[in-house]
């Protein structure tokens, strides 16, 4: 049952998220106003981390598997992208090392004022 209730508030956060993307004409992911709604809601301690912790770390563990349909989409997809090889063998590493360091940074700098 604690599952259940912890995905239910995931979930409802979620959908918070789409419906500020169709009310909000900014062009922001709905996925990212979820993100920024449930961080909001913990940081002011209207969720508690103990009420959505283990269905968290559940999608986490599962993300791996979330990355296949895409994987076999661009399989599909590999005769119109057989022009955009180099350029996208330039930009996802240097976006991915762009990513790594600004993640490091911020957990550093939220490490150092964690009190």
């Given amino acids: ?7 239910a508030i995931i ?3 979620t959908c918070v ?3 500020l993307k169709y009310l909000i004409p900014l062009p922001i992911p709905a996925s990212i106003y979820g ?3 449930l961080f909001a809601l913990l940081f002011f301690k209207v969720v508690r981390l103990d ?3 283990e269905a968290g ?5 599962i ?3 979330m990355f296949i349909p895409p994987a076999a989409g661009l399989l ?5 992208m057989r022009g955009m090889v180099v350029p996208l063998c330039v930009i996802i590493p240097a976006t991915t090392c762009l990513v790594m360091l600004v993640t490091g940074k911020v957990t550093d700098f939220m490490l150092k004022h964690k009190d």
């Fill in 57 to 61: 770390e559940f999608l986490i563990e």
């Fill in 35 to 37: 993100l920024l709604l």
């Fill in 51 to 53: 009420q959505v912790k």
């Fill in 63 to 65: 993300m791996p598997l």
């Fill in 76 to 80: 599909v997809s590999w005769e119109q």
């Fill in 17 to 19: 998220g789409e419906l």
């Fill in 1 to 7: 049952m604690k599952y259940i209730r912890q995905s």
């Fill in 11 to 13: 979930l409802s956060v």
